[in-house]
């Protein structure tokens, strides 16, 4: 449930460990340990009624001080008409702080206030990207939540350069250069929950489109039990994982998750006991005891250049955030016929086209026979809402999907207040793991077609379609969400 806009300023509430909990016939305020009490005669008199006072441990306080101010209105179209058509962001202030308190902006200006609103915002939704988009008629900005984009509000375009000017600043970029695209980054704060944002700009005809990309500090890598992986699949991951060299792969298309697969295949092996060096682009959540390298294409800081400088530091498990040219892909094969673990990605739709993927950069169909582990392929689904989700009965259209004697019970999405009326929360993942076992192997080395190489890797194993089937057997997603991620998975293939 939204909290009601807070009528103590956040600042206040902050430094004195005062807080409004409720605002009823009393005033139900908590205190946090350690606070002066003296505080509570301003409260009191600001209020205007009596107070029910609620001693609160230090950590307990800053976790509700966060939700309760991160959960204020957006406010945008205040914000937004108090605007000056005509103001100048360049002199404003480039030595902004390292770090900036999102919630901490009462007195700030309008156009500030909107974009730490934008992002707030961005974060109480579970969006992963706020995209900033200017056209003629609007600057419109709209949020990606579980891999959909959904528009959050429409302002007016004359407020466009300032917001992207804004943008700009806070990620040291260069705000006079408006012809090529820049990236950068801003640190945020919103209470004591840490935010990292990723800010890309691309020239429009409309004008510079601003993609902020949000990561949360806090929220750390998930473990593989964490990941809902079936049982075969965690099981065929971990024992490659505890292979000594070979090459560990990991599928999809952008968005799927693989980075977070990898994160939390590289946190079971991150045991003290081994040198773990990784090279990525960008770096998205730090792991303490991992060695982890950014590139850096303009200064020649490239995967291929950092897998090469790496290999030199004594690593034991090396990953790679995606293997995407012939250099790259020979390097890692000779990293792991010379006893290293490597981890990587492949931008490919199934687990078996990463064999055709790095053929066609020219890796010799004997060395990907010798080196290649394991590969998994995945996608992300998005999760029915628990408190809304409607079973239905199966339809004909159905059968296509979940085969011609279904006869359970399906559901459909609803929508509520606690899914933001979209009828999903979250998302779940499907996977399909393919081991390379000495049947596979031959077929590799003798550079079988994909259609061999798939029948023999699936002989026993399920493939992604039988992995989505389960997830709508058990009520976790419905038959529509299936089809539009496979849809994309496929090139536009109704199948699932």
Same mark, same amino acid.
């Given at each position: 449930?939204?909290?009601?806009?807070?009528?103590?300023?956040?600042?206040?509430?902050?430094?004195?460990?005062?807080?409004?909990?409720?605002?009823?016939?009393?005033?139900?305020? $908590?205190?946090?340990?350690?606070?002066?009490?003296?505080?509570? *005669?301003? #409260?009191?008199?600001?209020?205007?009624?009596?107070?029910?006072?609620?001693?609160?441990?230090?950590?307990?306080?800053?976790?509700?001080?966060?939700?309760?101010?991160?959960?204020?209105?957006?406010?945008?179209?205040?914000?937004?008409?108090?605007?000056?058509?005509?103001?100048?962001?360049?002199?404003?202030?480039?030595?902004?702080?390292?770090?900036?308190?999102?919630?901490?902006?009462?007195?700030?200006?309008?156009?500030?206030?909107?974009?730490?609103?934008? *992002?707030?915002?961005? #974060?109480?939704?579970?969006?992963?990207?706020?995209?900033?988009?200017?056209?003629?008629?609007?600057?419109? #900005?709209?949020?990606?939540?579980?891999?959909?984009?959904?528009?959050?509000?429409?302002?007016?375009?004359?407020?466009?350069?300032?917001?992207?000017?804004? *943008?700009?600043?806070?990620?040291?970029?260069?705000?006079?250069?408006?012809?090529?695209?820049?990236?950068?980054?801003?640190?945020?704060?919103?209470?004591?929950?840490?935010?990292?944002?990723?800010?890309?700009?691309?020239?429009?005809?409309?004008?510079?489109?601003?993609?902020?990309?949000?990561?949360?500090?806090?929220?750390?890598?998930?473990?593989?039990?964490?990941?809902?992986?079936? $049982?075969?699949?965690?099981?065929?991951? &971990?024992?490659?994982? &505890?292979?000594?060299?070979?090459?560990?792969?990991?599928?999809?298309?952008? $968005?799927?998750?693989?980075?977070?697969?990898?994160?939390?295949?590289?946190?079971?092996?991150?045991?003290?006991?081994?040198?773990?060096?990784?090279?990525?682009?960008?770096?998205?959540?730090?792991?303490?005891?991992?060695?982890?390298?950014?590139?850096?294409?303009?200064?020649?800081?490239?995967?291929?250049? $950092?897998?090469?400088?790496?290999? /030199?530091?004594?690593?034991? #498990?090396?990953?790679?955030?995606?293997? /995407?040219?012939?250099?790259?892909?020979?390097?890692?094969?000779?990293?792991?016929?010379?006893?290293?673990?490597?981890?990587?990605?492949?931008?490919?739709?199934?687990?078996?086209?990463?064999?055709?993927?790095?053929?066609?950069?020219?890796?010799?169909?004997?060395?990907?026979?010798?080196?290649?582990?394991? *590969?998994?392929?995945?996608?992300?689904?998005?999760?029915?809402?628990?408190?809304?989700?409607?079973?239905?009965?199966?339809?004909?259209?159905?059968?296509?999907?979940?085969?011609?004697?279904?006869?359970?019970?399906?559901?459909?999405?609803?929508?509520?207040?606690?899914?933001?009326?979209?009828?999903?929360?979250?998302?779940?993942?499907?996977?399909?793991?393919?081991?390379?076992?000495?049947?596979? &192997?031959?077929?590799?080395?003798?550079?079988?077609?994909?259609?061999?190489?798939?029948?023999?890797?699936?002989?026993?194993?399920?493939?992604?379609?039988?992995?989505?089937?389960? /997830?709508?057997?058990?009520?976790?997603?419905?038959?529509?969400?299936?089809?539009?991620?496979?849809?994309?998975?496929?090139?536009?293939?109704?199948?699932?």
């Amino acid at each position: 449930m939204t909290a009601p806009p807070p009528p103590l300023p956040y600042g206040f509430a902050k430094q004195h460990g005062v807080l409004l909990l409720e605002l009823a016939g009393h005033a139900r305020v $908590g205190l946090r340990e350690g606070a002066p009490p003296a505080a509570l *005669i301003e #409260v009191r008199r600001v209020l205007g009624r009596p107070l029910q006072v609620e001693s609160m441990a230090g950590s307990v306080f800053d976790r509700r001080l966060s939700e309760v101010y991160a959960d204020a209105d957006l406010g945008g179209s205040g914000q937004v008409d108090a605007l000056d058509p005509n103001g100048n962001l360049d002199a404003l202030v480039e030595d902004i702080p390292a770090t900036a308190d999102l919630l901490e902006s009462q007195d700030d200006a309008p156009v500030i206030r909107l974009i730490n609103g934008l *992002i707030a915002e961005g #974060v109480r939704l579970g969006a992963s990207d706020v995209h900033v988009e200017p056209f003629e008629a609007a600057l419109r #900005v709209r949020f990606r939540v579980d891999g959909v984009m959904r528009e959050a509000v429409a302002l007016p375009a004359r407020i466009a350069p300032l917001v992207v000017s804004r *943008i700009k600043v806070m990620a040291r970029l260069d705000i006079a250069e408006k012809r090529i695209p820049q990236d950068g980054r801003i640190s945020l704060s919103m209470g004591t929950r840490a935010l990292d944002v990723r800010v890309s700009t691309l020239p429009a005809r409309g004008g510079e489109r601003v993609v902020l990309r949000i990561l949360s500090k806090d929220t750390g890598t998930l473990t593989l039990d964490e990941l809902g992986m079936p $049982g075969d699949v965690h099981d065929a991951l &971990r024992a490659a994982l &505890r292979q000594p060299n070979g090459i560990v792969l990991v599928t999809g298309p952008t $968005g799927s998750g693989k980075t977070t697969t990898l994160y939390a295949g590289l946190a079971a092996l991150n045991d003290g006991a081994g040198n773990i060096l990784t090279v990525e682009d960008p770096v998205e959540y730090a792991i303490d005891g991992i060695g982890q390298t950014q590139v850096n294409a303009k200064v020649g800081m490239t995967f291929a250049a $950092g897998l090469r400088a790496i290999l /030199r530091q004594d690593p034991d #498990v090396v990953m790679v955030g995606e293997i /995407r040219d012939a250099e790259t892909a020979q390097i890692a094969v000779q990293a792991s016929l010379t006893g290293h673990l490597v981890l990587s990605t492949v931008h490919t739709n199934d687990a078996v086209g990463a064999i055709t993927r790095l053929r066609d950069m020219g890796v010799e169909p004997f060395l990907l026979a010798s080196t290649v582990r394991l *590969i998994l392929a995945q996608r992300l689904l998005r999760r029915l809402c628990r408190n809304c989700r409607a079973p239905r009965d199966a339809e004909p259209g159905d059968a296509a999907v979940m085969g011609a004697g279904w006869t359970g019970i399906l559901h459909r999405a609803v929508g509520c207040a606690q899914c933001n009326h979209t009828g999903y929360a979250g998302r779940v993942g499907v996977y399909e793991a393919v081991t390379v076992d000495d049947r596979l &192997r031959r077929l590799i080395g003798a550079n079988a077609d994909e259609e061999a190489l798939s029948t023999a890797a699936f002989e026993h194993a399920p493939r992604l379609d039988a992995a989505a089937r389960s /997830r709508i057997a058990r009520g976790d997603t419905t038959v529509e969400e299936a089809l539009r991620v496979t849809r994309q998975a496929h090139g536009g293939h109704a199948e699932v």
